[in-house]
């Protein structure tokens, strides 16, 4: 069963990380309300923060005062605290208390902009996993040529043996069903070739685990030089080899935007002569590539719903990891993954 | 000594390996011949391949042809063998043939834009490795922001102990010196976070290793989000992390490259408005990150000068293969990389 407040869907908010927070989080949260529910799914918020702060931007937003219950705490996670660190010293710390409200019943799902290490580690302490997942992975929907697709882990877990890598194939079909709403996934393991002899022990015992179960739609490797093609929908690496995927091809979009600025949209032919026109052509081309546009990560394999917001979301943006949040509880996506596992195994 | 004759730096072609082959080979050398000489060297090649097709493109391009042995070999690799099957069953191959005149001393290095795989595998059983090197490793110059920078493994071991990664860092910072012409060399090891708890063991073993070594400019770990920055100048990794950055920069650089030509190059205020001006402005930006015209790869560690140039080489990039390949040979590469590892170990 859903905890519900008066027949609404309750998420914990971490009003307190993230660069642009506390602001970032409760005008997103004023945008969800007015701009991203869907019809007849009603959504109140538990928010976790510090009372100066909190308390005249929820004055301000009212929709979003009149819409949820203020908590506040007297210590928050800071960007830089090791995860270690924060599980150990920030006890009053916004994020633990909004992780802890899943915990106990009290919200049905969290959303963060803090410190992923911590968010990760805390939630992981608090909620622990689902039944039989190992490990805990990250997950986020990203863009390609022609359609978004799903990368895990994006660095969870730096060691990965075959079980875990296909209990992340396992979990990842679930979740593209719900993020990309994709009936049949199509799923690969990420390797550095497409022969069966190619890549780790691990990896090869992943292929031989998927290549035998039924239920997935399961196609083999992936070369990193076809991930952006939009043939796969769930690419599955180990949590080292995803988050230098994600970050490689972050920082490659990130320096073409950079240059495409510097030398074409600031040179004075585009100035004079094609203005805003082509300007705005070409930025739209960039922005579907920016990191900043996206709306985050999922931490999936949690006894509860942790949605993990980029670090430097704006309103929007962390409006679409509320609105994130909001599908997977609405769709049950832990409760397909418990039933995708124990089907399996 | 490097074998010579009449003075001259001999190097082996494999004039069958690569997709324009063999015309992009000799094509390659003559560029070479004509435009990338250094000032006091002679080059004098060994061209391995088919007689039937490479005869007329030597009578075609005269001063190849005048400065060249050719030797008819009636087999080549594919581009599809498997390395196992090329190393069993290509016994007459021109690849083979021209590795093993590096082995017998008939020439000082060997270029080919042939299967990668099976030029590792046969150049791997044909030299065997330099004395007290544990693995070769496939090393490439690549562009960043503001300067080039070295990467290895990019692909020639899937799983390394902390031993490889610190060779490949020495094997690298060697390789830097020449190819980048740094006189102290910034190396860093490749990690998803920068603390010193974070990554593999491997990685955390390699990072202690580096860290008490003297004469290596060691920065500490580098993330793939940095990797364009230009701060460092080699980035070391396990070759499926390399691999995987290599191509996950190469594919996303291809993307931005392929999405600029289609929305805007082609759109009709581009070419109304703008003309040839600013698309030769944008071509130039975008031409510093297509892979194609990048020169190639080389295998550091095996007891013998290999360069591998791009599969799709054309002539005027397997011509700075073969410039590579005299340069690392001029300069005495594997005599550094000797000595820096019996120095240290």
Redesign the interface.
Known sequence: MLPTVNNNIVIALDAMGGDFAPLSVIQGASFFLDNLVDPGIKVFFHIYGDQKEVSPLLAKYKKVGSNSEFIHCSDNVLAND?P?FALRHRKDSSMKAAIEAVKKGKASGVVSSGNT?ALMAISRFILGTLPNIYRPAIVSALPS?TKSFVLLDL?AN??CNADSLFQFALMGNIFAKIALKVDNPEVAL?N??T?E?????SVRGAFELLRNVQGINFKGYI??????EGNIDVIV?D???G???????????S??I???KQ??LN?W??KI??GV??KS??K??LAR?NPKVRNGAMFLGLNGIVVKSHGNSDAISFAHAIKFAVNAISENLNQMIISEVSNIE
């Not at 070369?223 to 952006?228: D, G, K, Q, R, T």
């Not at 988050?243 to 979009?253: D, F, G, S, W």
């Open positions: 090791k270690s290490g040529k660095g730096v060691d990420l550095i070739g022969e002899i190619k890549g780790t022990d070369e990193a030089s076809e991930f952006l690496a949590g080292f080899v988050n230098v995927m994600l970050k490689t091809a972050e920082a490659t979009a320096t073409f950079s240059l495409m030398e074409v040179s032919m585009a002569l094609v026109l082509l052509k070409l739209r081309v590539f």
